[in-house]
């Protein structure tokens, strides 16, 4: 089961995952991110800076919930670094609260780390190992075992506290359920580890224990006071702050000629890493902390990011109240944990495949690898070693696609049949396309020397300039160009610049005005004609009107013959 599982919805194409996660163990195909688990140290980088809030945390809550409701004895290992976390002024209420919510009560994991410091004092006197690099932080454990492991014998063979712990509390009280809860979410791993898979029952964070006294209406403050499950854990509550384990083994006195050293951070137990790889230090006594600053600030510590110095100084203080002398240890419990090369095997293409993938986006040579880290990767040639294991995808690449983008756009403002003029608030032109170029037979770089009112009249400009408003389809007539242009003019709020838009509609004037004299032509032709015939049915008519009345005297004279025998009229 993931970990860190990812809210598809949210995912949006921003890579912050991929350039913070330090072993870069994030898939990233059609746009989404993807934990690859193998691959996954569970530092939890990227569930907090992921700006989106795309990462979901798996959560053993249920498990726990449905524990408490079975009635068996639940006990919770609570990390000391709740003190710093939950803002504690009275422990026995924490603890209190903790019964609260059903668990059979709370006991210290510190006290888990008085065993494991005494390992690793121990480890000391025997002086066999090159270095002793400490193993309570299963995140630098993951580091080591997945990409250093040349240096897994330098791991010191000790199980972490919680595990020390869990094992103390199930010796003490057999038939118990052991809960551990703290900041790391790394820990949700190491209690299915198979290693020691049947010690810790389920893992809660702050954040989980949080919500569990929230929506249970269980106030810390308010509770009832309770004693922890063990004694005062002493110098151990250091452990969760920088050099918490170092102050413990010095609380053991006999160090010898072993050199101390604290790091803390992600990149900082990378760079010891390859420190130690290359041999550079020899005899030290090394506390490791993938979360910068130690264990306050884990990924799930519940508190706000700015407050792991005060939670730092909350639990010293709290540490300090009893450290005058080491604690008895009067258990005996399994301590040894052994480490092994789990690096994950992944092809590496060769030279060839690696230059022809870096060619997809536009790196021919050496010289075009800007390593700019936008994608994620600290090179581009390890962003093409990632393409190619199928870890990311070409177009992550932001300049080569912030190029082709450009690319695109000049090309359609190049190749554009219409004549394209920007202009600036001071009406300087500020681009100048290759149709406007062969309109006003310019070059565009003379153009970008130019302001509008050299080329033509600027008022249009100005009108848009000063109202916003855009101006559509306006007929502009450009005599001395021998031109006449269809304008558009459009305010550009977020450049202030105006672009203009002119079509040129001179052969469509021209073909118009053709049509209108060819129109008048042969009206002034049917004219014509109209008019012949009108002359032709005059004379027609002329001359049927004369035979008509020659006819008609005629006829008169018949008829008077007829009816009065005479030619009379």
Known sequence: MSIIGLKKANCKNCYRCVKVCPVKSIRVADGQAEIIEKNCILCGTCLERCPQNAKTLISHRDSVEKLLRSGEKVILSVAPSYYGCFHVTDPAKFAGAVKALGFFGASETSEGAAYVTAEYHRLMQENVMKNIVTTCCPSFNRLVELYHPSLVDQLAPVVSPMIAHARLLKQRFPGARVVFCGPCIAKIDEADDVRHSNDVDAVLTFEDLIAMFADSGVSIEAAQPASFLNGSSKILRMYPVNEGILASLRQLGDTGDWKFLSVSGTTESKDLCAALERGELEHCVIEVNACRDGCVNGPACGSKNHERFSSSVRVRDYA??????????????????????????????????IRAILAKIGK??????????????????DKAIAVFQGKAELEMCVPYMKERAESFANCLLAETP????????????????????????????????????????????????????????????????????????????????????FRDVTQEEKNLENQYRLRAETLEMAQKVIDKQMIAAQQIASLLGETTAETKVSLTKLKNMIVFDSDEA
């Open 320 to 353: 300090l109240e009893d450290c005058d002398e080491y604690p008895v240890l009067r258990d005996r419990i399994p301590m040894e944990k052994k480490f092994f090369d789990h690096s994950p095997k992944e092809e590496i293409p060769d030279e060839d495949t």
């Open 364 to 381: 021919m040579g050496p010289e075009d690898e800007l390593n700019c880290g936008s994608c994620g990767y600290p090179t581009c040639r």
């Open 418 to 501: 219409n004549i394209t003029i920007m202009v600036d608030e001071e009406l300087n032109v500020v681009e100048f396309n290759r149709a406007a170029e062969k309109l006003f037979r310019i070059t565009r770089a003379e153009a970008l020397q130019k302001c509008i009112y050299e080329l033509l009249d600027p008022s249009d400009f100005e009108f848009v300039f000063t109202s916003h408003q855009s101006i559509s389809d306006k007929k502009l007539v450009l005599k001395e160009y021998g031109a006449t242009l269809e304008e558009t003019l459009v305010y550009v709020e977020k450049n202030n610049i105006v672009i203009g838009i």
